[in-house]
């Protein structure tokens, strides 16, 4: 058990992996992003959660921005993740029931990275796989296991940035 604690730490000094993920369509009800490795910015995926509310882009949910519980977006910024037990089906297929949980995100609890296919599926969450019709991701479930393994269940960096050409 204190094994396990000690893999899933690198403290903050340390080179950890950085995955950029580019947020590329906001709607009413959801936005898309596509997920970047840092170090030579490869396409990894992509992924759908809530609507962003943070319309300022600064990272925060300020004064004049209203939080809905289960139906907003992460607001921009860069987050550690390490990888937490789940009693989430995925649980079950990833290993030690292990999948990633964000750390440092104002006003927010328990945001994980998991498979969904829509927004409805996300209460806040980021759903991996691939976006090939408006709302909705495909392969979510073998997507997220493959993001797993490339991150070999141990920390890394999550920097969420809006480039929202469409709006």
Same mark, same amino acid.
């Given at each position: 058990? =204190? ?28 936005? @898309? ?27 925060? @949910? ?25 009693? =989430? ?14 750390? *440092? ?10 498979? *969904? ?10 759903? =991996? ?29 999550? @920097?969420?940035?809006?480039? =929202?050409?469409?709006?």
């Amino acid at each position: 058990m =204190l094994m396990r604690h000690i893999l899933n730490y690198i403290p903050f000094h340390l080179p950890a992996p950085k995955i950029i993920m580019r947020r590329t369509h906001s709607r009413e009800k959801y936005c @898309i992003s596509h997920l970047f490795d840092a170090k030579n910015n490869e396409y990894i995926c992509d992924a759908i959660e809530d609507t962003i509310r943070d319309t300022n882009h600064n990272g925060k @949910i300020d004064q004049h921005e209203t939080k809905v519980y289960g139906e907003t977006a992460i607001p921009c910024g860069k987050y550690y993740v390490t990888f937490a037990k789940t009693k =989430l089906k995925i649980g079950k297929k990833a290993r030690h029931g292990c999948i990633p949980l964000l750390h *440092g995100v104002d006003s927010f609890t328990f945001i994980r990275i998991h498979p *969904g296919l829509t927004e409805k599926n996300s209460e806040g969450c980021i759903l =991996l796989g691939y976006n090939r019709e408006p709302g909705r991701i495909e392969d979510s479930e073998n997507t997220c296991l493959k993001f797993y393994e490339r991150m070999r269940y141990r920390p890394f960096w999550l @920097i969420i940035n809006d480039d =929202l050409s469409d709006e």
